[in-house]
C-alpha cells in the first residue's frame, strides 16, 4: 500500500505541482525508494535518490544495543541493571543522542562522522584511573575536560566524576562509564537528512 501510494504521489507530481520528486526520505523500508526506480517514475534517464533520517538511524543504534542485552542475557551475562558500568537503557538513550549528533554535525562527511562518533564513545567509557581521550579534539577550545587541561597544563582529573560511577559528557549530564563493556562498532552512515538544529557543545 505504501508503494502504490508513492507511485501516485510521483506519478502526478509533473502535472499538478509541476515538479519532480527526486529525493526520497526513507525510514530505513527501503522498498518504497526500489519500487519507484524499477517503475522508473519519471522515465529511464530519472534515478531517485534516497537520503536516510537521522533520527530513525539513531533510533537503531539504541534498539541495536538493547539487543545486545537481552542477547547476553539469554547466556546468562548481564549488561544492563543498576551498577555502575551497566549498559542501562538510560546511557544506551544517551549514547543514541550522541551518536545522532556526531552525525548531524558531520554530514555529510563520512570520515568525520565516524571519527566523531568513536571519539564521544572513548570518551563516555573514560575513568580517572583509566582515560580514553587520545581520540578528542586537542586544545583550549575543545570540547572534551581531558583535552582542555592538558593544553592549559591543569590537573586531567575529571571534577564531575565520582569513583568510577560517571562520566561528564555531552551538554552536562553525567554518563554512566561503560568501560568494561566492548562498544567500538563499525557503523556505517550513508545520507542523512535532518532539520537544522542548535548545536550544543560537548562538556
Excluded at 524499477?38 to 538511524?57: A, F, L, Q, R
Amino acid at each position: 500500500m505504501e508503494m502504490n501510494a508513492a507511485a501516485i504521489l510521483w506519478k502526478r507530481s509533473v502535472k499538478e505541482a509541476k515538479r519532480r520528486y527526486t529525493t526520497l526520505l526513507s525510514d530505513g523500508d527501503g522498498k518504497t525508494h526500489q519500487h519507484l526506480n524499477e517503475i522508473k517514475v519519471y522515465g529511464k534517464n530519472v534515478t531517485i535518490m534516497k537520503e536516510e533520517c537521522i533520527n530513525h538511524v539513531a533510533k537503531r543504534v539504541g534498539t541495536g544495543l538493547r539487543n545486545v542485552v537481552q542477547d547476553w542475557k539469554k547466556k546468562g551475562v548481564t549488561l544492563g541493571g543498576k551498577k555502575s558500568g551497566s549498559l542501562k537503557d538510560e546511557t544506551i538513550k544517551k549514547l543514541q543522542n550522541f551518536y545522532r549528533k556526531t552525525i548531524a554535525d558531520n554530514a555529510p562527511d563520512v570520515d568525520k562522522m565516524k571519527s566523531s562518533v568513536f571519539e564521544t564513545l572513548h570518551h563516555c567509557i573514560s575513568t580517572d584511573k583509566i582515560p580514553h581521550h587520545s581520540k578528542c579534539p586537542v586544545g583550549k577550545n575543545s570540547w572534551c575536560f581531558y583535552q582542555r587541561a592538558l593544553s592549559k597544563n591543569e590537573k586531567t582529573k575529571n571534577p564531575f566524576y565520582n569513583e568510577n560511577t560517571f562520566v561528564k559528557c555531552g551538554n552536562g549530564e553525567n554518563h554512566t562509564s561503560l568501560s568494561k563493556i566492548d562498544i567500538n562498532r563499525n557503523f556505517e552512515p550513508m545520507h542523512f537528512s535532518e532539520n537544522p538544529k542548535p548545536k550544543r557543545k560537548f562538556a
